[in-house]
């Protein structure tokens, strides 16, 4: 069996420093090496390991013999944001999971080349997608992360009218927010979008549903509306000393770096306060972002904090290797218990207890208890919260007639069908804080349903 | 979308009148929200209160005071320029009812949000007394407007160059002492200001509520640098205010957060005037 291609990155005590890209891509022969790796199975369980059913084998086949066209061609009649997929996707929990090599070794790298012959396209420049013929029917998104640019992006091919309605002043959602630009470049995001309004979209910025007009607003102008909104508000722990100054919630730190590009301070306004000795609590890939991204603004020191051990961790295998490698300090199974400050309102330390598992509670994890008497103090100049986000409450409670679970979530059947006529919903404003491509593949079966909708009205 | 600048004029020195082109926002706007808005590409968000609205003519009215590098530099823009990017209407709109006898206190700044407050407590019935302060006559705004739509104007001036010579809290002391059945009182300023005016009227147990100016990103519920402590709780501004009972806000706090970016201030800020200005430092 041929090896697998490593993917060619930036050194770690460079990229410390930087705030480029991390993973480099691979080159053409890389490429095709790689995709003769493929077995090409009469029946792909990689595709059913795809939340948007990219015909893996067949794009792949494309790479093998140096057609890279018909590659991104077949990718793209049903994933219109492949150069971010393949660079956020955890492919290791999805296609790869199932692909067969990996039962014998090493699983083909699809991730790596869907982002490959996405790039060889932004790099070539896009071409103009082919508009269907219009169906008369408008349809409102309300958000431009990955839900609502998918859901967009089919809904325009279906011959729709579509208009996404976007809070902040730059679409993406989280992944323009969120995911720093060494894990996905701002320009990748961008270029997205652009092929995502070339299909016919309007995205309507500085709109905020819910103050700007209501759902019920929108459904006099529009004839369905999908709700996208995502899960954006920040979970704090409720201990004391969470509201020094110098406390961020990772949502704030992140979007100070990433949408408003602090890390560029002085040349851009947004001021973010670069720790000397950082401490970033939780174990998802949004603390792993944010504790690489006070390293790249020149900490001397940053360290996880995770209440369980590093099995449990929530992040992608590879991000948590991609920190370690850059220095990054892991204290597991230790966990918050207050935040000291000084009189002038600034954190000093953070109080954490060791814990340790018991039995596995219902996330299938073991359930961390704390260890008597274990309490002592880390020195923190910056500390951020990273340990979840829930749904933004603007938009359902400003909508008549939607059910909401107790969690804040939006009540929604299996294809984003909501309690309230012609609303859709789909993403992290319906599961909570999930994937990227999660998000998409609820984006994509919305658009179905709405589709289906919008022929009987 | 341009949101163009249609009337710009400096009130008193420093401080600064626009009219902004946003009929999405005009249409929907109420006394007591906010706008965030960046200047231009390498602009930060920065929250302003809404002044005035024009539903007809689709502009919002803002007031600001050139203090740091973004006021400043938005005051430099003339009428005809444009801003990026312009989001509202934020945060709760102020209640307003009918509650009898209301007291709007305005300081500084604060006057330009609490005069569409006192319209809209005039309109609702009430019988409105404002009570207006600046550190100096000619640094008073919109003594005129305040006269139109209150039933009794107090002016005070920390010099003395222009009615009371001292602090808003001293003429709203005056009123309570009185015995004058005072139902509730607006106070909008500086945070010195507001916690002084909630410690004159807790004693006289008058509900009281303020206009919290924390720092703020997205101004939607998304980041959180806003959170406030209200009755020992954690609060955003944005989105569970930005209006609060004056009673129960933590103002050490906020003033301690606000604090939060001084030395960045400062840095863009002499960074800012010395590219306009062509120092050498």
Redesign the interface.
Same mark, same amino acid.
């Given at each position: 069996m041929l090896a697998r291609q490593k993917m060619p990155q930036q050194d770690p005590n460079v990229r410390r420093a930087n705030f480029k890209e991390v993973a480099l891509g691979f080159s053409k022969e890389q490429a095709i090496e790689e995709a003769k790796r493929c077995l090409q199975c009469k029946k792909p369980k990689c595709v059913e390991g795809c939340p948007v059913e990219v015909k893996i084998p067949d794009f792949i086949s494309h790479v093998a013999k140096g057609d890279f066209d018909s590659a991104i061609k077949e990718i793209k009649t049903v994933n219109a944001l492949p150069a971010i997929c393949g660079r956020v996707c955890p492919q290791e929990t999805q296609c790869e999971a199932s692909c067969i090599l990996k039962k014998k070794g090493e699983p083909v790298s699809i991730g790596r080349l869907e982002r490959f012959v996405s790039d060889i396209e932004l790099a070539k420049g896009v071409e103009k997608p082919q508009k269907p013929g219009s169906s008369g029917k408008k349809v409102a998104i309300v958000g431009s992360g990955p839900a609502g640019l998918t859901a967009a992006a089919d809904l325009a091919r279906m011959g729709h009218s579509v208009t996404i309605f976007e809070?902040?002043?730059a679409a993406g959602g989280v992944l323009t /927010?969120g995911i720093p630009e060494f894990r996905l470049p701002k320009d990748i995001v961008n270029s997205e979008v652009e092929y995502v309004k070339k299909l016919g979209v309007t995205i309507?910025?500085? #709109?905020?549903i819910g103050?700007?007009?209501t759902v019920d607003d929108l459904l006099l102008e529009f004839d369905a509306v999908f709700l996208g909104t995502g899960a954006?508000?920040?979970v704090?722990m409720?201990i004391d000393g969470?509201?020094l $100054?110098?406390v /961020? #919630?990772a $949502?704030?730190f992140l979007? !100070?770096v990433n949408l408003?590009?602090s890390y560029r301070?002085? +040349? /851009?306004?947004?001021?973010v !306060?670069k720790g000397k000795r950082v401490i970033v609590v939780g174990g998802g890939n949004v603390a792993m972002d944010s504790a690489r991204c006070a390293l790249r603004l020149g900490a001397d020191e940053v360290t996880i904090v995770y209440r369980r051990g590093e099995e449990e961790m929530p992040a992608r295998a590879e991000e948590i290797e991609n920190a370690k490698e850059e220095g990054i300090t892991f204290r597991l199974l230790t966990n918050p218990v207050r935040l000291l400050g000084d009189a @002038?309102?600034w954190v000093t330390h953070i109080e954490c207890v060791n814990m340790y598992l018991c039995e596995p509670d219902g996330s299938g994890r073991c359930k961390p208890m704390p260890l008597a008497g274990s309490e002592h103090k880390i020195e923190a100049d910056v500390v951020i919260i990273a340990i979840g986000t829930s749904p $933004?409450?603007?938009v359902p409670r400003t909508t008549s007639g939607l059910e909401m679970s107790k969690h804040g979530t939006v009540v929604a059947k299996q294809n984003g069908q909501t309690t309230k006529k012609g609303v859709y919903a789909g993403g992290d404003a319906v599961t909570g804080a999930a994937t990227v491509i999660s998000a998409m593949g609820a984006g994509k079966i919305a658009a179905r349903a709405i589709d289906d909708y919008l022929k009987t009205k | 979308?341009p949101f163009t600048i249609l009337k710009k004029q400096e009130l008193v020195p420093t401080i600064y009148l626009m009219d902004i082109n946003a009929p @999405?926002?005009a249409k929907?706007a109420q006394p007591g929200q906010f706008v965030i808005l !960046?200047i231009d590409e390498?602009?930060? @968000?920065i929250p302003l209160t809404i002044a005035d609205f024009d539903r007809k003519k689709g502009t919002i009215t803002m007031i600001f005071q050139a203090v740091g590098?973004?006021t400043t530099k938005l005051s430099t823009l003339k009428t005809g320029d444009a801003i990026?990017?312009?989001?509202?209407?934020?945060g709760n709109p102020a209640h307003i009812e009918n509650y009898g006898t209301v007291i709007l206190v305005g300081g500084g700044v604060g006057v330009a949000p609490i005069f569409p407050q006192a319209r809209a407590f005039k309109e609702a019935g009430n019988k409105v007394i404002s009570i207006i302060g600046a550190r100096s006559a000619n640094l008073l705004l919109w003594e005129e407007r305040m006269i139109e739509v209150s039933d009794e104007v107090q002016i005070t001036t920390d010099d003395g160059t222009k009615g009371h010579h001292g602090f808003v809290t001293d003429i709203v002391k005056k009123k309570l002492e009185s015995g004058m059945k005072i139902d509730r009182v607006i106070a909008i300023g500086p945070p010195v200001m507001m916690r002084a005016v909630a410690g004159v009227t807790k004693p006289f147990n008058v509900k009281t509520v303020v206009s919290l100016n924390s720092i703020m990103?997205?101004g939607?519920?998304?980041?959180? *640098?806003c !959170?406030v402590?209200v009755g020992n709780e954690?609060k955003f501004a944005c989105?569970d205010g930005p209006e609060f009972d004056a009673h129960l806000v933590d103002f050490t706090?906020l003033m301690?957060?606000l #604090?939060? /970016?001084q030395p +960045?201030?400062k840095? *863009?800020f002499e960074?800012y005037k010395c590219e306009r200005e062509g120092c050498t430092c």
């Amino acid at each position: 069996m041929l090896a697998r291609q490593k993917m060619p990155q930036q050194d770690p005590n460079v990229r410390r420093a930087n705030f480029k890209e991390v993973a480099l891509g691979f080159s053409k022969e890389q490429a095709i090496e790689e995709a003769k790796r493929c077995l090409q199975c009469k029946k792909p369980k990689c595709v059913e390991g795809c939340p948007v059913e990219v015909k893996i084998p067949d794009f792949i086949s494309h790479v093998a013999k140096g057609d890279f066209d018909s590659a991104i061609k077949e990718i793209k009649t049903v994933n219109a944001l492949p150069a971010i997929c393949g660079r956020v996707c955890p492919q290791e929990t999805q296609c790869e999971a199932s692909c067969i090599l990996k039962k014998k070794g090493e699983p083909v790298s699809i991730g790596r080349l869907e982002r490959f012959v996405s790039d060889i396209e932004l790099a070539k420049g896009v071409e103009k997608p082919q508009k269907p013929g219009s169906s008369g029917k408008k349809v409102a998104i309300v958000g431009s992360g990955p839900a609502g640019l998918t859901a967009a992006a089919d809904l325009a091919r279906m011959g729709h009218s579509v208009t996404i309605f976007e809070a902040l002043h730059a679409a993406g959602g989280v992944l323009t /927010y969120g995911i720093p630009e060494f894990r996905l470049p701002k320009d990748i995001v961008n270029s997205e979008v652009e092929y995502v309004k070339k299909l016919g979209v309007t995205i309507l910025l500085d #709109s905020v549903i819910g103050k700007i007009g209501t759902v019920d607003d929108l459904l006099l102008e529009f004839d369905a509306v999908f709700l996208g909104t995502g899960a954006g508000l920040p979970v704090f722990m409720n201990i004391d000393g969470e509201n020094l $100054n110098g406390v /961020y #919630s990772a $949502n704030e730190f992140l979007t !100070r770096v990433n949408l408003m590009k602090s890390y560029r301070f002085p +040349e /851009y306004d947004t001021p973010v !306060r670069k720790g000397k000795r950082v401490i970033v609590v939780g174990g998802g890939n949004v603390a792993m972002d944010s504790a690489r991204c006070a390293l790249r603004l020149g900490a001397d020191e940053v360290t996880i904090v995770y209440r369980r051990g590093e099995e449990e961790m929530p992040a992608r295998a590879e991000e948590i290797e991609n920190a370690k490698e850059e220095g990054i300090t892991f204290r597991l199974l230790t966990n918050p218990v207050r935040l000291l400050g000084d009189a @002038r309102n600034w954190v000093t330390h953070i109080e954490c207890v060791n814990m340790y598992l018991c039995e596995p509670d219902g996330s299938g994890r073991c359930k961390p208890m704390p260890l008597a008497g274990s309490e002592h103090k880390i020195e923190a100049d910056v500390v951020i919260i990273a340990i979840g986000t829930s749904p $933004n409450p603007l938009v359902p409670r400003t909508t008549s007639g939607l059910e909401m679970s107790k969690h804040g979530t939006v009540v929604a059947k299996q294809n984003g069908q909501t309690t309230k006529k012609g609303v859709y919903a789909g993403g992290d404003a319906v599961t909570g804080a999930a994937t990227v491509i999660s998000a998409m593949g609820a984006g994509k079966i919305a658009a179905r349903a709405i589709d289906d909708y919008l022929k009987t009205k | 979308m341009p949101f163009t600048i249609l009337k710009k004029q400096e009130l008193v020195p420093t401080i600064y009148l626009m009219d902004i082109n946003a009929p @999405r926002i005009a249409k929907k706007a109420q006394p007591g929200q906010f706008v965030i808005l !960046r200047i231009d590409e390498t602009g930060e @968000r920065i929250p302003l209160t809404i002044a005035d609205f024009d539903r007809k003519k689709g502009t919002i009215t803002m007031i600001f005071q050139a203090v740091g590098k973004t006021t400043t530099k938005l005051s430099t823009l003339k009428t005809g320029d444009a801003i990026l990017d312009f989001i509202g209407p934020l945060g709760n709109p102020a209640h307003i009812e009918n509650y009898g006898t209301v007291i709007l206190v305005g300081g500084g700044v604060g006057v330009a949000p609490i005069f569409p407050q006192a319209r809209a407590f005039k309109e609702a019935g009430n019988k409105v007394i404002s009570i207006i302060g600046a550190r100096s006559a000619n640094l008073l705004l919109w003594e005129e407007r305040m006269i139109e739509v209150s039933d009794e104007v107090q002016i005070t001036t920390d010099d003395g160059t222009k009615g009371h010579h001292g602090f808003v809290t001293d003429i709203v002391k005056k009123k309570l002492e009185s015995g004058m059945k005072i139902d509730r009182v607006i106070a909008i300023g500086p945070p010195v200001m507001m916690r002084a005016v909630a410690g004159v009227t807790k004693p006289f147990n008058v509900k009281t509520v303020v206009s919290l100016n924390s720092i703020m990103v997205d101004g939607t519920g998304m980041c959180g *640098a806003c !959170r406030v402590l209200v009755g020992n709780e954690t609060k955003f501004a944005c989105v569970d205010g930005p209006e609060f009972d004056a009673h129960l806000v933590d103002f050490t706090l906020l003033m301690n957060r606000l #604090s939060m /970016y001084q030395p +960045e201030e400062k840095l *863009a800020f002499e960074k800012y005037k010395c590219e306009r200005e062509g120092c050498t430092c």
